[in-house]
DNA sequence: ATTGGCACTCCCCGTCGGCGAGTGCCAGAC
DNA sequence: GTCTGGCACTCGCCGACGGGGAGTGCCAAT
């Protein structure tokens, strides 16, 4: 077990090195910080992190910088997240609240993140899987050919063609659409396949073909939009990466043009809601020199969709938690007004 | 005027340095350009053409490089637009003939075209001034309160929430649905202010306000969503920019988060229906050291909307028209089709 | 356990010189 | 007049060299 002045240089180092971009020695440790003791301790105290794993240095006889586990540790256990100030969060408040459609409210979202964070901003729309239904609308467009429209309670629209088996007539439609409406709007979308299954029955012969694929492209809407969009922004804070950037710039931008992966990436949320993977904890190759900060955001208690950050692994941890989980929740706020 | 070598010896350098991205000298054209002429000609030719400002020198005693308007030239009278070769043409039709929606043509053209192009691709979501209204809906979501949706014939939905100045009844809501769809439906976009105007007379007094504001609710909407929204891909390729790129990158990059620098970027069309601006010619400051190639594409005769790439000036012009005319013309085709 | 001292290791950075590619100009050839 | 070969010159690139500095590991003393 480290003792409890180790741990301290462990933090020590990595404040430091987050804030100058420079391996960090011994002597410059003991004067930013008053930690008691002379240098040739300190370095003891390093050699001892260095064989733990905690630290390394990129060149014999050069400073020492903090190694992934080294970020772990310290974010596990010596650190606590950084609330933001009162001002700040009046102005993050404010700005969110000049949202006028959910599109607006995602992409401020995403600008301010990105702003606050000076990282990388990716923000995941609100998710429907949890979300209720609020209303199911037919509408006719050709003797056999309907329009399905899907409108959620997070105020999402959905739009699909609906290709009929047979003509449906205008009665069998207003039919069709008073029950479906009066079976799920206001129910939870996990809820719709079984409510909605043995509809099919209450038509006449010649009409089922039609409901039943009215039904299954309604299904289809569900799950297909329970994989998310997402927007991401502050692209340009890539350039502040570091010095040897333009290998680490490419994969990265890779990775976020691939929706999939980005989705992954936002993944499971960890106890306190929020989760921080830290260099190769990232499965995907090009993200193993950046860390990802994602929490989970939600209109009620329960959490909708998820928001996240993605920076370099030498990144401001207390700093960047503080602002991804304030953000989080006043877009959470904004999303339960409106 | 400049003699018939000398615009084979800019011809020539344009080739070499978008091939080798190094400043090309006298003796390396001769070896690799059959002009018929020794290099001592042409340095001469080159000294002209460096007068004319047609070419640079990045240092003395270096190679040379076209300058912008050494590009211009280029592109105006040096050289023409590549065709793609047909199993190109072949496989970016069946690529896009898989697309299942608009948001997904839209994905897949501008995946497509930033690979066509090792380019950022940008592309704009065909637009709605000259689109028709396939379809207005209206929902009571509470007394008070209706939801507006639009759907038009590209295959968009909008919708818009509407607070009503009074409740509004449920005959009252089906008669104006019905006058509304009446009026509009099927009818240009543009068309539509004028052919809703005395609406509200045909409704009683206590119902007026609430037909104006859903009147209004619905201009506006058209009016928001002329301008457009868009996509961008391929900023993988950045990377590719050059050697000095950091500082190239960083303002392209912001310059690429900012949809309305990036609509006028996509900007007018010249005669051939192509765009080709070229480094300064493009007002944006971040973009001075790029260059951008825009069409219009639209399903029928008329272009709806604009597609285009960022490269660097170093480009490869002719492969990169040939490319944006291809895809957009192959979009078009895709979206009369549905 | 901590400390001061000391020798050692490397990176960083500026200097220097040779090499090579390229230029401009000039005198001669066609 | 136009083109060409020759020639001196200019610079950027690159590897070698070397001092300075920051940092390390180890050891003996407290």
């Known amino acids: 077990m480290l003792s409890e002045r ?18 960090v020695g011994s002597k410059a440790l003991t004067e930013r910080h008053s930690l008691g003791v002379s240098p040739a301790t300190v370095r003891n105290d390093m050699a001892a ?9 990129p060149h014999t006889s050069a400073g020492r910088i903090p190694t992934d586990k080294g970020y772990r540790l310290f974010v596990d256990k010596l650190t606590n997240v950084k609330p933001m ?18 599109d607006d409210v995602v992409g ?26 609020r209303h199911v609308e037919l509408l006719s467009l050709a003797p056999a050919r309907l329009m399905l429209v899907l409108i959620t309670d997070t105020g999402r629209v959905e739009q699909r063609m609906v290709d009929c088996p047979a003509p449906f007539g205008e009665t069998s439609l207003a039919d069709l659409r008073a029950r479906l ?9 996990a ?46 804070n890539l350039t502040r990466f570091g010095h040897d950037f333009p290998l680490t710039i490419r994969p990265v931008l890779e990775a976020l043009e691939e929706q999939v992966v980005l989705l992954k990436l936002l993944g499971e949320v960890g106890d306190s809601g929020m989760a921080v993977r830290i260099g190769h904890e990232n499965a995907h190759e090009g993200l193993n020199s950046t860390s990802v ?21 030498r990144m401001d941890y207390p700093g960047t938690m503080g602002a991804v989980r304030a953000v989080a929740r006043y877009v959470g706020q904004i999303l339960a007004e409106s």
């Open 6 to 23: 180790r741990l301290e240089v462990l933090r020590a180092i990595v404040q430091d090195y987050v804030g100058t971009e420079e391996p």
């Open 49 to 57: 992190l260095e064989d733990e794993g905690y630290i390394a240095q």
């Open 85 to 102: 100030t009162a001002p700040e969060r009046r102005a993050v408040q404010n700005f969110l609240e000049g949202a006028v459609d959910l």
């Open 108 to 133: 401020r979202t995403v600008r301010l993140l990105a702003q606050l964070t000076r990282q990388v901003a990716i923000v995941q729309y609100p998710s429907l899987t949890r979300s209720t239904v």
């Open 181 to 189: 409406n009066s079976r799920v709007a206001g129910r939870r979308f």
């Open 191 to 236: 809820d719709v396949p079984q409510l909605v299954q043995d509809l099919p029955e209450a038509f006449e012969a010649e009409d089922r073909g039609t409901v039943s694929t009215v039904l299954s492209t309604l299904l289809e809407t569900l799950v297909e939009e329970s994989e998310e969009r997402l927007m991401i922004g502050g692209t340009a």
């Open 293 to 313: 900060v994602s929490v989970g955001y939600g209109s009620g208690g329960e959490a909708v969709a998820k928001l996240g950050v993605v920076g370099p692994t």
